[in-house]
């Protein structure tokens, strides 16, 4: 079945440094990728998507890429801030009825 | 306006209990869903419906049981509650294609004593 594997948590930054949070998938077919965002409290928020191989989601300074050949979809920030101190998850979508299997979650740490 | 929600945000209560927790969306969507968030952060999908109609199960003990009394609504009723239930529970909605984002409630605690 699918199943997504993100990088083991969690991840300390201090403030302005890069970030990268690795996710790998495994899928029948061609899913759609996802990254989610939990702040402390809430649900998940939609971070960013992409649909096809390729494609390139970005939102609020993130950036990920579809990668087929790797079966990756690694996400990345350039200089992240005290406020991205979240739960990021990465998801795959069945391109069915829309049902997301999520990575197990990276907790983020980012300290003035 | 809360485009889902869900109530209660916390529920407290002894195993062998029966309860429910509510969840309503406004976005006009055809398909929701409820998930489940253990401990050390894992999300799980428990149910889907889409138009009322059980679309996905997995494997969930028969003491979880959802209605949907309408497109708008996913309820989840849960009897003789266990310790292993204690969980965050997420309900979320989508148009319902598989390109489409999901949209979650703020959850509900549920610890069982």
């Known amino acids: 079945g699918d199943s997504v594997t993100q990088m083991e948590g969690p991840v300390t930054l201090s403030e302005e440094a890069f970030l990268t949070i690795n996710c790998t998938y495994t899928?029948?077919?061609?899913?759609?990728l996802f990254w989610y965002v939990q702040y402390p409290g809430e649900g998940l928020q939609l971070l960013l998507k992409?649909?096809?191989?390729?494609d390139k989601g970005s939102n609020k300074g993130f950036e990920a890429t579809y990668r087929k050949e790797t079966t990756s979809f690694h996400l990345e920030k350039g200089s992240v801030q005290v406020s991205d101190s979240a739960v990021y998850f990465c998801?795959?979508?069945?391109?069915?009825?829309?049902?997301?299997?999520f990575g197990q979650g990276t907790i983020l740490t980012v300290h003035p | 306006d809360t485009a889902v929600s869900q109530t209660p945000k916390y529920l407290v209560t002894q195993m062998g209990n029966d309860k429910s927790i509510k969840c309503e969306q406004n976005?006009?969507?055809?398909?929701m869903y409820w998930y489940k968030q253990d401990s050390k952060k894992f999300l799980k999908i428990m149910f889907s419906?889409?138009?009322?109609?059980?679309?996905i199960n997995e494997t969930v003990p028969n003491r979880f049981s959802p209605k949907s009394p309408d497109k708008a609504h996913l309820n989840l009723h849960i009897n003789s509650l266990e310790l292993g239930d204690s969980a965050v529970y997420f309900c979320?909605?989508?148009?319902?294609?598989?390109?489409?984002?999901?949209?979650f409630g703020n959850g509900t605690r549920l610890t069982v004593t």
């Open positions: 979320a909605s989508s148009p319902g294609q598989g390109d489409s984002p999901l949209h």
């Open positions: 899928a029948t077919g061609y899913p759609s």
């Open positions: 992409a649909t096809k191989a390729d």
């Open positions: 998801a795959l979508s069945d391109k069915g009825y829309g049902k997301l299997t």
């Open positions: 976005l006009g969507h055809d398909t």
């Open positions: 419906y889409n138009n009322k109609e059980l679309i």
